[in-house]
C-alpha cells in the first residue's frame, strides 16, 4: 500500500483461520511442479510439488473468477510452458501463469463450459481447446487468445454435449471427436485440420442413438482405440467403438455413484465416485480388444472383476463430491489425485496387480493414501501463525470475530473493516500492515494512532463503499455500509459518527453501487 | 461460587439447545426429504409441459400454431411452432423506403427442411432435466451427514432452476452482424435483401419476431427495429412451475441455514431417533 496515487501495491494479511476451499478441480502441472485446486467461490489456489515425495504447499491464491470452477486445462504440450486455462459456471474463462499467477487473458462467453480437452490437432503446432458444456455445439478455442476457432454442429438431434473425447486413430492423419449427447446419441466428427471459422458448418458425419443418458465422461483406450469407457452417474460401460454396442456394464454400489473413470490398461480400468473412492476393475474378455472373445455376449462367469479399492478414512463426511485426476510419472507409476470440501489433497499410488495375484479371485485390495494434505494442516504448521489485519484486537479468550467487508481509502491511508457483529472499525493502513509484518522496536511503541470504532449495524456487515473515491461530487467525509439487517448506513468518517440510518423493507443489503454521471 | 439464577438459565439454555438439535436432526432427516419430494413432483410437472423428451416425458407432442404481430401490420408473421424448433413461418414485413418515398412488401418463409431452432427452450429443458438429476441422486432413505451436504445439493438445483429460468426471460444477446451471417437467415426462402434481417427468440412466455433493417447514414451503419409477438400457453405455465420451485427450494435453503450458523451443531449418524 503506498500512498501515491498510481502504484498500490496488495498486501494480504490472511489470519489465523485458513481460507475455505470446496475443492470442485482439480489438476497436476505437466512437469508435476504445480498442483491447481479450483473451489466452488471461484478462487484458484496453486501448490508447489515436489515430485518425488508428493510434498504439497500452498503458494498462491488466484482471484478472478465469480463462480465455481467448472473444468482446467493445460495451454500448451510443451513441458515448460506454465500456463493453464480455468472455466467457470457463469461463462468466464481465464488463461493463468502458473509461475507469477498472473492472469494473462479473460473472456467471458455466453457459453458454459464444463468440459475442456486440450488435444493437438494434426496440422497444429500446439494445443487447442474441445470445449463441450451447457450448448449444442463443440467449441474449439486457443488457449492463449481464448477466441473460438470454429465450431462443430449437429445435424441429427442437436443437444448439449455431455462428454467429449477427441483421439487419432492409429495410422491415420484426420483427427477424430468423439461425443455424446445430454440425450444419449453418439456423435463422430472427423476432423482434417484445415477448419475455420468461415469454413461452411462442420456437421457430424455419424450419429447413432444409445441407451446412457446424462454420461459424465467418455474415453478411449489408448492402446488398440477399440473399446470406449463411458461413465453415468449410476453405471459404467464398456462399448466397442466400431459399431457402440454394449459389452459389459457395472452398476454402482449402494449409496455412491460414478463420477469418471479412465483406462489404465487393455484389461483394466480405474473408475471413482462421489463418496471420494475409487475402483480398480479387470474387464472380462469380451471386452478386452485383443482377446479370441470380444465382442461376444457377455457370460455371468465373466463379469469385471474389483481387485482394489482406493480409499481413505476421514473423519469428518464430506459435504460435496470431491474432484478427481489421474496421471502418469513416467518409469515411476501411476496416481490418482482427489481434492476435496475440506480443502484437502490426497494422492494414492495405482497399484500393479499381476494377473497371478488376481488367480481364484481373492478379495479386492485397499489402498490407503501415500499422501494427505490440507490448507489447514498447511496453515497449522506456519510458526508464528499467519497474522491477520485487527489481531491487536482480539483478546485471546474468545475467538476473533470474522471481518465481512472492507475498502481501503489511499487518500488517508486507511482501513476500513466491517464486522459480523456489525461493528465498523477503521484503522491507519500503513501502520498497521507494519505493525504485523515487521518485526522491529515499532511493535513495543504504545503511542500508534487509534482505531475508530462505528456502530450502527445490527448484524453483519455486508458492504462498504467510499462514493467520493468514485466521484468528487460526494462529500470527502462520506463512508456508507450495508448490512444484513436490511439497513444502509450514512457515516462522517472524519467525526467518526452516524449520519443517517436508511432501513428498507426488502431484504439484505449486499451491495452498494455509485450511479453513472449521466 | 455460582449465583443460583445463573444456574437456572444454564438449564434452561442446555434445554433449548437439546431441542433446537432435535429439530436440526429432524429438518435434516425428515423435512429435506418431504421437500425434496414435493420438489421433484412440481418439476416432473414442469417437465411435463415442454414438448421435448426430458425426464418423465415422452410424446407425443402437439405443435402450435401462432400467429404474431406488430402495431399497424408492418411485420406479420404465422408460426408452426413444433418442439423446440420453428418448422414452418410465413412472414411478411411492410418497410419504407426513404430514398424511393414509399412502402415496399417483402415475403419471406422458414420451411421445414431448414427450421429455425429456438435453443432458449431446450437450454431451459435441459436445466430442469439436470435439477431433476439432482434430486434423483439423493436416495430415499439416503441421512445426510451435515447441513453443508444438504446445502451444496440445494444450492446445485437452485442453480439450475435459476439457469432454466434465466435461459427463457433473457435471451443471448447477438449482434446484427452475427444474425445477418446465421445459418437460420441463409435458409430464408425467398432470401431477404441484403437490409433485412429477421429474428425469433423467447422472451418470458412470448414467441418474439423481430425484424432489422439496415441503413448507411452518412457512414455509420444504424437500424430500425420492427417487432411483432404472441404468447406460447405452456411457457407461462412452465415459468410459473419454475418460479414455485425455486420459492420452495430457497425456503428450505433458508431453514437449513438458520441451523447452519449454529457451527457446533452436527448429526448424529448413528441415532436412530429423529
Known amino acids: 500500500m503506498s500512498n501515491s496515487t498510481n502504484l498500490v501495491v496488495p498486501v494480504v494479511l490472511w489470519g489465523k483461520t485458513p481460507p475455505t476451499h470446496c475443492i470442485s478441480c482439480i489438476y497436476l502441472s505437466e512437469d508435476q511442479h504445480t498442483l491447481i485446486t479450483g473451489c466452488h467461490d471461484g478462487q484458484i489456489c496453486l501448490w508447489q510439488v515436489e515430485p518425488d515425495t508428493f510434498k504439497m504447499t500452498p503458494r498462491c491464491l488466484l482471484v478472478g473468477h465469480t463462480a465455481p470452477i467448472l473444468c482446467m486445462a493445460k495451454a500448451s504440450i510443451i513441458q515448460d510452458n506454465n500456463f493453464i486455462v480455468t472455466s467457470s459456471e457463469l461463462g468466464e474463462m481465464c488463461t493463468w501463469d502458473l509461475v507469477d499467477g498472473k492472469c494473462r487473458e479473460s473472456v467471458k462467453l455466453a457459453f458454459v463450459h464444463t468440459n475442456m480437452q486440450p488435444y493437438q490437432m494434426n496440422t497444429c503446432e500446439d494445443v487447442r481447446l474441445f470445449c463441450n458444456g451447457c450448448y449444442a455445439e463443440v467449441l474449439v478455442m486457443d488457449p492463449f487468445s481464448l477466441e473460438i476457432i470454429f465450431s462443430l454442429s449437429s445435424k441429427v438431434n442437436p443437444d448439449w454435449i455431455s462428454a467429449l473425447y477427441v483421439l487419432r486413430p492409429n495410422k491415420r492423419k484426420d483427427d477424430v471427436v468423439l461425443a455424446l449427447t445430454t440425450t444419449a446419441t453418439v456423435k463422430v466428427w472427423t476432423l482434417s485440420g484445415s477448419e475455420t471459422k468461415q469454413s461452411e458448418p462442420i456437421y457430424e458425419h455419424e450419429s447413432k442413438p444409445i441407451r446412457c443418458l446424462n454420461a459424465l465422461t467418455i474415453s478411449c483406450c489408448a492402446t488398440l482405440q477399440r473399446t470406449v469407457l463411458i461413465v453415468c452417474a449410476k453405471y459404467w460401460q464398456i462399448y466397442d467403438a466400431s459399431d457402440f454396442s454394449v459389452l459389459c456394464t457395472v452398476i454402482s454400489h449402494r449409496g455412491e455413484r460414478w463420477l469418471g473413470g479412465e483406462f489404465l490398461s487393455l484389461d483394466r480400468i480405474l473408475v471413482w465416485t462421489d463418496e471420494g473412492k475409487a475402483y480398480l476393475y479387470k474387464l472380462p474378455s469380451n471386452c478386452v480388444a485383443d482377446n479370441m472373445d470380444f465382442h461376444k455376449k457377455s457370460s455371468d462367469v465373466d463379469t469385471p472383476y474389483l481387485y482394489c479399492i482406493c480409499c481413505y478414512n476421514q473423519v469428518k463426511p464430506l459435504s460435496c463430491p470431491p474432484a478427481f485426476r489421474f496421471f502418469t510419472q513416467p518409469n515411476v507409476g501411476k496416481f490418482l489425485l482427489r481434492g476435496d470440501s475440506d480443502g484437502r489433497v490426497l494422492v494414492w499410488q495405482i497399484p500393479d496387480v499381476t494377473q497371478e495375484r488376481m488367480m481364484g479371485a481373492p478379495p479386492p485390495l485397499t489402498q490407503q493414501p501415500l499422501k494427505v494434505t490440507s490448507i489447514a494442516q498447511n496453515w497449522a504448521a506456519v510458526h508464528p501463525p499467519p497474522v491477520g489485519i485487527l489481531d491487536q484486537l482480539d483478546s485471546h479468550d474468545e475467538p476473533p470475530i470474522k471481518l465481512t467487508a472492507s475498502i481501503y481509502l489511499p487518500q488517508h491511508s486507511r482501513l476500513v473493516l466491517g464486522r459480523e457483529d456489525g461493528s465498523i472499525i477503521i484503522v491507519p493502513a500503513t501502520q498497521t500492515v507494519m505493525l504485523q509484518l515487521l518485526h522491529g522496536s515499532h511493535q513495543q511503541y504504545d503511542d500508534w494512532p487509534p482505531h475508530q470504532l462505528l456502530v450502527g449495524h445490527q448484524g453483519r456487515v455486508n458492504c462498504l463503499l467510499y462514493p467520493n473515491h468514485v466521484h468528487p461530487r460526494y462529500e470527502k467525509c462520506h463512508l456508507l455500509s450495508g448490512g444484513e439487517d436490511f439497513a444502509v448506513c450514512l457515516w462522517d468518517l472524519f467525526a467518526g459518527n452516524l449520519l443517517h440510518r436508511f432501513c428498507v423493507h426488502a431484504g439484505e443489503i449486499t451491495q452498494l453501487l455509485v450511479p453513472p454521471n449521466t | ?274
Open chain 2, 1 to 274: 461460587m455460582r449465583h443460583p439464577h445463573e444456574h437456572i438459565l444454564t438449564e434452561v439454555e442446555k434445554e433449548e439447545a437439546l431441542c433446537l438439535q432435535k429439530e436440526f436432526e429432524w429438518v435434516i432427516h425428515k423435512e429435506v426429504h418431504i421437500i425434496l419430494k414435493q420438489l421433484q413432483t412440481i418439476l416432473l410437472e414442469c417437465s411435463k409441459r415442454f414438448p421435448l423428451t426430458l425426464f418423465g416425458n415422452e410424446g407425443p407432442y402437439k405443435s402450435d400454431k401462432l400467429i404474431l404481430a406488430s402495431s399497424q401490420d408492418t411485420l406479420k408473421t404465422i408460426v408452426n411452432l413444433n418442439g423446440d424448433s420453428i418448422s414452418f413461418a410465413d412472414i411478411q414485413l411492410k418497410v419504407h423506403r426513404h430514398h424511393q418515398h414509399q412502402t415496399q412488401t417483402y415475403k419471406t418463409s422458414i420451411q421445414k427442411e431448414h427450421p429455425w431452432k429456438l435453443h432458449q427452450i431446450q437450454d431451459a429443458g435441459n436445466h430442469l432435466q439436470f435439477a431433476l438429476y439432482h434430486i434423483d441422486n439423493v436416495d430415499e432413505g439416503y441421512r445426510f451427514k451435515s447441513a453443508e451436504e444438504v446445502l451444496h445439493v440445494l444450492d446445485n438445483i437452485l442453480n439450475c432452476l435459476q439457469r432454466g429460468r434465466t435461459s427463457l426471460i433473457v435471451p443471448r444477446k447477438r449482434t446484427i452482424d452475427d444474425l445477418m451471417k446465421s445459418r437460420n437467415m441463409k435458409s430464408l426462402t425467398p432470401p431477404l435483401p441484403e437490409d433485412l434481417a429477421i429474428s425469433f427468440y423467447i422472451q418470458s412466455h412470448k414467441l418474439i419476431c423481430a425484424a432489422y433493417q439496415l441503413s448507411n447514414v452518412q457512414g455509420t451503419m444504424k437500424f430500425e427495429q420492427y417487432q411483432a409477438e404472441n404468447s406460447i400457453p405452456w411457457l407461462n405455465e412452465v415459468l410459473v412451475l419454475f418460479t414455485v420451485a425455486l420459492q420452495l427450494c430457497q425456503q428450505l435453503k433458508d431453514k437449513i441455514n438458520v441451523f447452519a450458523q449454529y457451527k457446533d451443531f452436527t448429526v448424529n449418524i448413528s441415532s436412530s431417533t429423529a
